[in-house]
Structures are given as C-alpha cells and as structure tokens.
T-cell receptor, first 112, second 113 residues
C-alpha cells in the first residue's frame, strides 16, 4: 500500500524566513497530494492541495511543488509568522474514492 | 454553518471495555472517514462510510467497527479495548461528488487504563 515519508520531523525558522517541508510517496498511482495544518487541540485543517497534472500551486505565502517522476512533493512557506507554528502533515491518495494516507508530520517552530 | 462535530471530547476507559464515538459531518457532506492519531504521529486511516456502507478499510482489527446513519452521522465502536488503543480519534467528512477534500473535527481523546 501507499507509504508517505515526511521530513524533517521538527523545523525551527526565524520569523520572516522561509520554511520547506519535503515528502516522498511510494504509490505511483497517487494523484492527489494535500497538506494539512494541525494546531494544538484541533483537528488537521486543509491548507493547500495539488493534483498530479500540476507541477506547482501557490496560495499567498504558501506554495506546493510536485515532482511525479521522483515521487517528491514539498510545501514552501515564505515570510513566516508566529501563527504558522503548528504541525504540518503531507498526504497522498489515488483519487476521490481512495483513502488519504498521511505522513508522520513536521512540527514547525517560528522563532521571534 | 457547523463544521464536523465529535463527541465526547475526552473519554477514559479500562482495558477490555467497549467504547462508542460519535461524529456529525459538515453540513451537506455525505461521506465520513475515521482516523486514529497516536501521540506525535500522523492520522492513520481506519475506515470510510458512504451511503451507510463501509467503503474502504485500513489495517485495523475487527474490534474496530462503525456505522453510518441515514442523516450521514457516524459512530466508531471499539471492542475489547487495549492500552494501545489510547489515541486521538478523528472524524473527517467529505462530499462524494466534491472530490477528496477532508474536513476534520477536533477529535475524541481516548485514554485506556
């Protein structure tokens, strides 16, 4: 079955700098790649997603890139702010009728 | 517009007991997925319900069962609880015709003593 690896497990960046989180997946049939943000005491919240027919997608300070050949996808957060501190999960699935498989998460700390 | 609601928020049980967790999906959603999240780990897929049927199942034993009601709400049942079942149980809803986007509730924190 699908396996999603995520790194780093912990990331600390200075406020205003950029943060990058990387993931790899094993199932070449995967075609949907969402990213979720989980704050303390809350469930994960979808922040951005990308499909396999697109190489890059951007939404304000957040961008995702996908390399289908290498089975890599990444989350980029620019101009980080204190409210970006949270745990971020990457995930993958084969599509609408398929389960979504999550990575183990990256705890992002934004340092003042 | 209410999001996904789960009850209870916290629960303490002892080994061998049985537990039922409840979930109401986001308004308009018809599909419910359940995930188990151990401390410091990512959510692990348990199963998904659509049209009151279990559509998919992850690698969880038969002690884990579920149900979906005609109003799309759902229950997760766990029998013969083990210490290792202690985790945050997350419910996520989605729209079958709307694609894969999952909307999560805040979860039920289950502690097994």
């Amino acid at each position: 079955g699908e396996n999603v690896e995520q790194h780093p497990s912990t990331l600390s960046v200075q406020e205003g700098d950029s943060a990058v989180i990387k993931c790899t997946y094993s199932d070449s049939a995967s075609n949907y790649f969402p990213w979720y943000k989980q704050e303390l005491g809350k469930g994960p919240q979808l922040i951005i997603d990308i499909r396999s027919n697109v190489g890059e997608k951007k939404d304000q300070r957040i961008a995702v890139t996908l390399n289908k050949t290498a089975k890599h996808f990444s989350l980029h957060i620019t101009e980080t702010q204190p409210e970006d501190s949270a745990v971020y999960f990457c995930a993958a699935s084969r599509g609408r009728d398929d389960k979504i498989i999550f990575g183990k998460g990256t705890r992002l700390h934004i340092l003042p | 517009d209410a999001g996904v609601t789960q009850s209870p928020t916290h629960l303490i049980k002892t080994r061998g007991q049985q537990v039922t967790l409840r979930c109401s999906p986001k308004s308009g959603h018809d599909t419910v997925s359940w995930y188990q999240q151990a401390l410091g780990q990512g959510p692990q897929f348990i199963f998904q319900y659509y049209e009151e049927e279990e559509r998919q199942r992850g690698n969880f034993p038969d002690r884990f069962s579920g149900h979906q009601f005609p109003n799309y709400s759902s229950e997760l049942n766990v029998n013969a609880l083990l210490l290792g079942d202690s985790a945050l149980y997350l419910c996520a809803s989605s729209l079958e015709q709307g694609g894969e986007k999952l909307f999560f509730g805040s979860g039920t924190q289950l502690s097994v003593l």
